[in-house]
T-cell receptor, first 113, second 114 residues
Framework: DGGITQSPKYLFRKEGQNVTLSCEQN?????MYWYRQDPGQGLRLIYY???????QKGDIAEGYSVSREKKESFPLTVTSAQKNPTAFYLC????????????FGSGTRLTVV | AQSVTQPDIHITVSEGASLELRCNYS??????LFWYVQSPGQGLQLLLK??????LVQGIKGFEAEFKRSQSSFNLRKPSVHWSDAAEYFC????????????FGTGTRLQVFP
């Protein structure tokens, strides 16, 4: 079955370390997205990519970086410049320009200690 | 700019009671609207969507939503709630332009009492 896989489900890192969250999809979707979820704040867009080798900043891109070298993969790196990285991170994908909504992964909970 | 407001942070209902979750949007043209559901620690699942046409949209799990342009609303309803419906519900609107980005509301947490 097609879907989106986020790994790991739980991630612990020490303050000051960079960490990379994985997102892989086999839906043949063109567009992929990273959102951050904090209690009471809904989902906030970090980065999105509509085609391979191209990506755009979302509303809260500072302290994060991404790459899109393959259609199937859109990893997110949380850098040491992100002041408050502890959060639940959601990856999603969609058919480009189809406006059919997103398919979401099951999320990664990052805790920085 | 497009935006979505979910006025109710937390709603509690009894099992078997009817449910209505409110969603108001701000959008210049005809919006495309979505409702998603999220169980704790999980990703979001699409319940239903509206693009155009019939303003009453049927979704999965017995949910429906009605688009009311005059009120800029897209409220989610269910006639009889089950304990398994306890979750967080998000309304979203398409950001428009040349992207498929969605803008999400802050969510409504539904609690169901037996």
């Amino acid at each position: 079955d097609g879907g989106i896989t986020q790994s790991p489900k739980y991630l612990f890192r020490k303050e000051g370390q960079n960490v990379t969250l994985s997102c892989e999809q086999n839906l043949n979707h063109d567009a992929m997205y990273w959102y951050r979820q904090d209690p009471g704040q809904g989902l906030r867009l970090i980065y999105y990519s509509q085609i391979v080798n191209d990506f755009q900043k979302g509303d809260i891109a500072e302290g994060y970086s991404v790459s899109r070298e393959k259609k199937e993969s859109f990893p997110l790196t949380v850098t040491s410049a992100q002041k408050n990285p502890t959060a639940f991170y959601l990856c999603a994908s969609s058919i480009a320009f189809h406006r059919s909504g997103y398919t979401f992964g099951s999320g990664t909970r990052l805790t920085v200690v | 700019a497009q935006s979505v407001t979910q006025p109710d942070i937390h709603i509690t209902v009894s099992e078997g009671a009817s449910l209505e979750l409110r969603c108001n949007y701000s959008y210049g043209a005809t919006p495309y609207l979505f409702w998603y559901v999220q169980s704790p620690g999980q990703g979001l699942q699409l319940l239903l969507k509206y693009f155009s046409g019939d303003t009453l949209v049927q979704g999965i799990k017995g949910f429906e939503a009605e688009f009311k342009r005059s009120q800029s609303s897209f409220n989610l309803r269910k006639p009889s709630v089950h304990w398994s419906d306890a979750a967080e519900y998000f309304c979203a609107v398409g950001a428009g332009g040349n992207t498929d980005k969605l803008i999400f509301g802050t969510g409504t947490r539904l609690q169901v009492f037996p």
